[in-house]
Structure formats: structure tokens, C-alpha cells
């Protein structure tokens, strides 16, 4: 299987501009989540998703929004974009209910740069 | 203070050596806890969740110390290939969110 998918690998991008993140998973999981990672601040939560059509504000969300269309698919979407959006961008899937203990898979990664 | 905080490093050991990293959480309610793995520029991928009574899988040991709310990763005979960043996370109760700490560098050295 091919697991968590994104696209694009990497994008440069015209401050102002809109762009979207694509995120695909075959696992058939129900929670989704997004993530940007920056130099020494780790990773952060931008938004997540429990289970399709639903969605929730993580740490980061500002500038960013998401849907949750059905459970595959989880694109996050930067409305105009801003240098302080240069990141690397991970998508996550788990099978997870709220009791906790599930894995969380995540995607390869999308490596943005705002100029 | 960070919900999970680790030593960032780097750790440099040589080959052979046994290393130990730790991590402290503030959320006493956090219920599941795991140790990641990230290589340069590359996605995290699971080393291994840790257990309230310890759990071992192979040169790796992870232990769970709720009394004192920290977490820690035991490498034994260190392999070059375990150079990467050791990411610890949390999970509180009643959540979908996994809190991450900002990693451990580790090298290891020939």
C-alpha cells in the first residue's frame, strides 16, 4: 500500500499567492492531522481532523484552513501566502479513537518556500 | 514550559556505545507516549510506543515513569545508522492530539 501520499515535494511560491497541499491516505484511518516543522521548534499541530467532515484547530491555524471532504483526503490550503509560511509541511494519518495508543503514519513531506 | 521538552544535543557518541535520552511532559493526564525517529529532511516514522512497564525491541529500550512524568529512549551498541533526530511524543486523555518535543540529534561516530 502506498500509505499517506503528498503533493506537491516542494513548491515555490509568490507571497500573496493561494496554494493548496494535497494529502492522500489508503488506510482507511479516521483521524488526519497537518503539520509544519521549522528549525528547532519541532513539529506543530495546524489543523486535524477526527473523522471525515469534521475538523479542529491545532496549535498554528492561522492562515491555513483544511476540509475533510471523506476519510482519504486532507488538503490544507494557504489563502495568501507569507514568507513566515516557509516550512516543511507533513500530513499524518491515525486509526485512533480517543482512548489514545495508535501510531501515527505520517506522509514524506512538502517543502514550501514563500518568497 | 513545553508540554514535552527534550535535550536537543547533538549527542555524539562512537560506535558500539550505549546512549540514553530523556523527556520530561507536563500533562499528567497525557496516556500514551512514543518514541519517533527522523532522519535529515525526511518524514518521522515510529521507533516504538512506550508502556507503563517498559518494553524492549532489540539494542532499543523505552521506559515510562509516570511518578516523575518523563519518558526515556536506552540505544544500546550504537550502530552508525542510528544517527538521526529522536522524537518524543504524548498523547493526552480524551484527545486526537500527539504533542511532539523538538528531538534529540544523536551521531554516532566511527
Known amino acids: 500500500t502506498a500509505g499517506i501520499t503528498q503533493a506537491p515535494t516542494s513548491q515555490i511560491l509568490a507571497a500573496g499567492r493561494s496554494m493548496t497541499l494535497r494529502c492522500t491516505q489508503d488506510?482507511?484511518?479516521?483521524?488526519m492531522y497537518w503539520y509544519r516543522q521549522d528549525l528547532g521548534l519541532g513539529l506543530r499541530l495546524i489543523h486535524y481532523?477526527?473523522?471525515?467532515?469534521?475538523?479542529g484547530k491545532g496549535e498554528v491555524p492561522d492562515g491555513y484552513s483544511v476540509s475533510r471532504a471523506n476519510t482519504d483526503d486532507f488538503p490544507l490550503t494557504l489563502a495568501s501566502a507569507v514568507p513566515s509560511q516557509t516550512s516543511v509541511y507533513f500530513c499524518?494519518?491515525?486509526?485512533?479513537?480517543?482512548?489514545?495508543?495508535?501510531?501515527?503514519?505520517f506522509g514524506p513531506g512538502t517543502r514550501l518556500t514563500v518568497l | 514550559r513545553k508540554e514535552v521538552e527534550q535535550d536537543p544535543g547533538p549527542f555524539n557518541v562512537p560506535e558500539g556505545a550505549t546512549v540514553a535520552f530523556n523527556c520530561t511532559y507536563s500533562?499528567?493526564?497525557?496516556?500514551?507516549f512514543f518514541w519517533y525517529r527522523q532522519d535529515c529532511r525526511k518524514e518521522p516514522k515510529l521507533l516504538m510506543s512506550?508502556?507503563?512497564s517498559g518494553n524492549e525491541d532489540g539494542r532499543f529500550t523505552a521506559q515510562l515513569n509516570r511518578a516523575s512524568q518523563y519518558i526515556s529512549l536506552l540505544i544500546r551498541d550504537s550502530k552508525l545508522s542510528d544517527s538521526a533526530t529522536y522524537l518524543c511524543?504524548?498523547?493526552?486523555?480524551?484527545?486526537?492530539?500527539?504533542?511532539f518535543g523538538t528531538g534529540t540529534r544523536l551521531k554516532v561516530l566511527a
Open positions: 499524518a494519518s491515525s486509526d485512533s479513537g480517543s482512548q489514545g495508543g495508535d501510531t501515527q503514519y
Open positions: 500533562n499528567s493526564a497525557s496516556q500514551s
Open positions: 488506510m482507511r484511518h479516521n483521524a
Open positions: 512506550v508502556y507503563s
Open positions: 511524543v504524548g498523547r493526552p486523555s480524551g484527545t486526537y492530539k500527539y504533542i
Open positions: 481532523s477526527n473523522t471525515a467532515g469534521t475538523t
